[in-house]
């Protein structure tokens, strides 16, 4: 675990407490670190969890597959951030989504209820972490908002440009790199690959934007 030291201070969950503190909360927390590989399956669709990870090194993809097998990317989670921490802490636990490494990935599991309640030795740490844990759900919310505002959107033409146009917007300029390639934007905006190409061929021929591979840049 110490070789993650500087991986885990950067983690929300973690954030205003000290360094010298992280690896007794992480033994208070029954945190147990896993190796997967390359697209490994981490939790199943329908699985039970009450536990929820932190990429240490890796990626991992958050997806929802339909009865036709049309999988639709929810999100992607990097290095430092949580995963299912939503559906290991609520009551019912049954997974809606999977959860899949992209590559070699290590994680870090922790128990949701050792999280919420605190200890035989009462320790300090729980309602720090409840705290950032409230903050880091209610982020997502948002962001999961934003993903159902690209994917309302009638046209492929317009999911795009939503979808560019925010992301323009958190780069704070016109030129930026997306985090999917095409397969995988077509999935997160829930559309057909070949369609989607076809548009952005066009949004460039339009004059509208340049790209290349996930560099683009909107004139």
């Known amino acids: 675990m110490k070789k993650y030291l500087d991986v885990l201070k950067t983690v929300d969950l973690f954030k205003d407490i000290d360094e010298c503190d992280l690896q007794p909360l992480l033994s208070c ?7 997967y590989e390359k697209s490994q399956t981490v939790f199943s669709t329908g699985e039970r969890i009450e536990r929820f990870g932190i990429v240490l090194s890796g990626q991992v993809q958050i997806v929802q597959d339909d009865y ?3 999988r639709s990317i929810l999100a992607k ?8 921490e939503s559906f290991a802490c609520s009551e019912t636990k049954t997974l809606p989504v999977s959860v899949i490494t ?12 050792r999280l919420a309640v605190p200890c035989a030795k009462a320790c300090g740490f729980h309602s720090r972490l409840i705290q ?6 209610s982020t997502k ?17 317009e999911k795009l440009l939503a979808y560019l ?8 300029g016109n030129c930026f790199y997306i985090p999917f390639n095409r397969q995988e934007l077509a999935d997160y905006l829930s ?14 021929d339009d004059g509208v934007l340049k790209f290349h591979k996930n560099q683009f840049e909107l004139l």
Do not use: P, W
């Open 132 to 137: 950032n844990m409230l903050s880091i759900v």
């Open 191 to 204: 559309v057909e690959r070949s369609a989607m190409s076809a548009e952005l061929s066009k949004l460039r």
């Open 68 to 70: 036709y097998g049309n």
């Open 165 to 172: 146009s925010a992301e323009a917007k958190k780069a704070e």
């Open 102 to 113: 992209t590559t070699e990935s290590d994680l870090l599991f922790i128990d949701c209820h």
């Open 141 to 157: 919310n948002i962001l999961l908002t934003q993903k159902i505002e690209f994917t309302s959107k009638r046209t492929t033409r």
């Open 29 to 35: 927390l029954s945190a147990k670190e896993s190796h």
């Open 77 to 84: 989670i990097d290095i430092g951030n949580l995963f299912a």
